[in-house]
């Protein structure tokens, strides 16, 4: 999608169609509605005479006057209207024009938001609106698509959208891609073709991308990771890609941007491994590598955005199935950072994978640590599809985490993390166990990767339940959303920035 930005008058928009966002309580007497009105000969006054049209959310009309065709979709209430709301409204109404013969389409700002802000959250909006997760029909290329959108304002051009508008197809994109790598099932997206995917991107984007097969792993004593991989026919695969600022990484002891570690949790399939899952949606069990998906995702927006900070990404990658070899409920494992684990349950095996990834990044200087993974069910049943879960080790990256969110419409809700909940998973044979009991589900399993993560900042992020979405929406197709992308992103930019 080709985007740009215009100042030009309403009179003036010779685009195929003008996608005008229409509030509660707005009427055609007046702003941008009284001018469309008039230049529409009373179409717009018409139609809210109708009662077809009222702002109320994803409620919408189209008006054609000669040649000229405008969108009127409702955005719900004016007050409150945030980037998240801007964003679902602009893929809401992409999502309308296609297979309508709409290739291009002009995007009035509402002015009810900052340009810049309002630009950014229309194309994020739009981009990934506009995406389809039909990826392996034969025949599900749309009749048409949106394929340029022009932002239309008084004030819409400038360098500060200009910006917004390369930063918002960055963020876009990289979340896309992610959603690609979720929306690909086990049989095609397997560890060694995840690694394949990340090499290609790192290549493109010129960030350093190493790739740990099973060898290297067994040499360094990554058994908590090659615990998981082992019923698996195929292999594991660790995959760290780095992101240095212009100017390459400092000498060893000088001073420096901090090293972050973004860890992703890519289990390209999980059926639960000895410990199997039912049945019933096994299937979506393909997208336990959002976690994985994300970091590769938010390495690419860093590649591009290009902070002052030095990011290292791993994604611990592997399938978790049963077999003749598969790992067994009280097996005891031996860590990379030497700590056993007893795995009282197979399918509790994003901790497993993390864990030795954690440790792993440690030993490669990370000073920050960041998790995201699909890690627990319980996530899932506490927060649903619209917030993940945080916990962590420091307030103050949480905090980051959360305002981040909150800016970026990727939201994240934090959950105590005392240390009663620490000890529901202290083993008798080993040093910990990887499950607690059936309580407090997500906390424990956050408990289990703090024993990883030393003195550093860490925060983990939960995000089982928001890295996909079981129905469609308006503003979205069904499945892999990535979540965590721009999330991430924000959080290494604004980090970088406020140093
Ligand atoms: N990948 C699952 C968690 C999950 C469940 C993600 C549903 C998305 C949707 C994870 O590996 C898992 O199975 N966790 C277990 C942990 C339990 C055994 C402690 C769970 O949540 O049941
Ligand atoms: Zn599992
Ligand atoms: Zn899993």
Redesign the pocket.
């Known amino acids: 999608m080709k985007i740009t930005s215009s100042a030009k008058k309403l009179s003036d928009i010779t685009e195929d169609v003008l996608v005008v966002p229409v509030f509660e309580g707005e009427t055609p007497r007046e702003g941008a509605l009284a001018a469309l009105d008039q230049l529409t000969g009373g179409a717009v006054t018409r139609v809210f005479d109708s009662g077809e049209l009222d702002g109320k959310r994803d409620r919408w009309v189209m008006v054609r006057d000669a040649g000229r065709r405008l969108l009127l979709y409702g955005g719900g209430a004016a007050d409150g209207l945030d980037t998240l709301r801007v964003q679902r409204l602009a893929g809401a109404a992409i999502r309308t024009l296609t297979d309508r013969g709409a290739r291009s389409v002009a995007f009035l700002l509402s002015g009810k938001v900052d340009d810049a802000v309002c630009a950014q959250s229309i194309v994020e909006g739009a981009m990934m609106g506009q995406m389809s997760c039909g990826l392996h029909r034969s025949n599900d290329k749309p009749k048409s698509e949106v394929e340029e959108l022009v932002l239309v304002g008084e004030r819409a051009v400038g360098p500060a959208v200009d910006r917004a508008i390369e930063a918002g197809s960055t963020m876009a994109e990289a979340t896309n891609f992610a959603r690609r790598l979720g929306f690909e099932p086990g049989n095609l997206m397997t560890p060694t073709e995840l690694a394949r995917k990340a090499q290609e991107m790192a290549e493109r984007e010129g960030l350093g991308c190493e790739v740990l097969g099973e060898d290297e792993m067994k040499r360094l004593g990554m058994g908590a990771l090659l615990a998981v991989s082992r019923g698996s026919q195929e292999p594991a695969q660790l995959i760290v890609i780095s992101y240095e600022p212009d100017g390459g990484a400092p000498d060893a002891g000088a001073p420096g941007p901090e090293l972050i570690a973004l860890v992703g949790k890519g ?1 390209t399939f ?1 059926s ?1 491994g000895i ?1 199997i ?1 039912p049945a019933d949606k096994m299937e ?2 393909k997208y ?1 590598m959002g976690g994985g998906a994300a970091v590769i995702g938010a390495m690419q927006s860093l590649a591009r955005l290009k902070p002052k900070a030095r990011v290292i990404g791993l994604i611990p990658a592997s399938e978790n199935l049963p077999s003749g070899r598969a790992v067994k409920p009280g097996d005891v494992v031996r860590s990379l950072s030497g700590k056993t684990i007893e795995v009282v ?1 197979t ?4 901790r497993l994978v993390l864990c030795d990834a954690i440790t792993y990044a440690i030993s490669r200087g990370a000073q920050v640590v960041v998790d995201a993974a ?5 996530c ?1 049943v506490a927060l649903g599809e619209v917030r993940a879960a945080a916990m962590g080790t420091d307030q103050r990256l949480i905090d980051e985490l959360i305002s981040a969110g909150e800016k970026c419409g990727e939201r994240v809700w934090q959950l105590p993390f005392d240390d009663e909940y620490g000890e529901m998973i202290c083993s008798e044979i080993a040093d910990i166990k990887n ?1 607690g009991n059936r309580t407090a ?1 997500s906390i424990t ?1 956050g408990w289990f990767l703090k024993h990883f993560v030393g003195d550093l900042p860490w925060a983990h992020l939960d995000i ?1 339940g928001t890295a996909w979405t079981e129905h469609e929406k308006p503003y979205m197709a069904r499945g892999a959303t990535g979540f965590g992308v721009r999330l991430m992103a924000n959080f290494v930019l604004n980090r970088a920035a406020s140093k």
């Open positions: 289990i999980d639960g410990s899952k979506d069990m336990d349950n399918d509790a095996e994003g699909t890690l627990t069910g319980a899932v499950v589900g399993g089982a």
